[in-house]
């Protein structure tokens, strides 16, 4: 390749960090919202969801036309390839930031946070950690870091399963919670999914550097787990 690509490689790999950071701040500013009942974060994250937009459609422009002009081979091609997939994942990650940002407003009058409900602070918590180990994956190049958060996905994965079930209980409790609970749980399944992008972007990462796709353990799901997963109401909270 000319050194223009090198050139061109370079910047692409400081735009998608920069991407990443804006879809990582996202996700924590949302959380943010929840735990501190402050609206104004919230409103910050949807207000704010243009740029990770923007951005995400500027490299995947950027990225077809170096495919044109170029015409890479091996790992060029593949970083090309798979930079545009990682862009799309952060982007669909800005908007699950978004989708918990807009529960936030939701639970945040009702003085709802996750102070009562341990096993979503931990999945927050663990999806945080995940994520930000991507961000830090993406910067270094570091494709052994993916088996570390491949396992982090598997452990969310459960937490998603441990998460449900504490609801369920707190639902047969107080079935007038409903609605409240019926948020938290939309919460839970967009952490999981964050966490999901966050092992295919390692995966990216890994395919981009040695041409091999990063496999994953299948996940055994209860019953109300999986539903859930899907996107099938929880029966529980049906009204």
Not at 180 to 192: F, Q, S
Request: charged fraction near 25%; glycine fraction near 4%; charge should be negative.
């Amino acid at each position: 390749m000319t050194n223009n690509f090198a050139e061109a490689r370079k910047g692409l790999q400081q735009d998608l960090f920069a991407l990443a950071e804006l879809a990582e701040d996202a996700v924590e500013t949302a959380l943010l919202a929840i735990v501190d009942s402050d609206d104004a974060l919230a409103r910050s994250v949807i207000e704010e969801d243009r740029e990770i937009k923007q951005m995400e459609m500027g490299l995947d422009k950027q990225c077809h036309n170096w495919l044109e002009i170029f015409h890479p081979e091996g790992e060029d091609l593949r970083l090309l390839c798979a930079s545009i997939k990682i862009a799309h994942h952060l982007e669909r990650i800005g908007d699950l930031a978004v989708d918990i940002a807009e529960h936030a407003r939701i639970l945040i009058p009702r003085q709802r946070n996750f102070s009562d409900l341990p096993p979503l602070a931990a999945l927050s918590e663990k999806t945080g950690e995940a994520l930000h180990d991507t961000v830090e994956m993406l910067l270094h190049q570091d494709p052994p870091r993916a088996q570390t958060i491949a396992n982090q996905n598997r452990q969310i994965d459960q937490g998603l399963v441990a998460v449900i079930a504490h609801l369920s209980e707190k639902l047969s409790q107080l079935p007038e919670q409903a609605p409240p609970l019926a948020h938290c749980l939309l919460i839970a399944r967009g952490l999981e999914r964050i966490a999901d992008l966050s092992s295919a972007i390692a995966g990216e990462i890994v395919f981009s550097a040695t041409g091999k796709r990063l496999r994953r353990d299948p996940v055994s799901y209860s019953p109300l787990a999986r539903d859930a997963a899907r996107g099938t109401p929880c029966p529980t909270t049906r009204n």
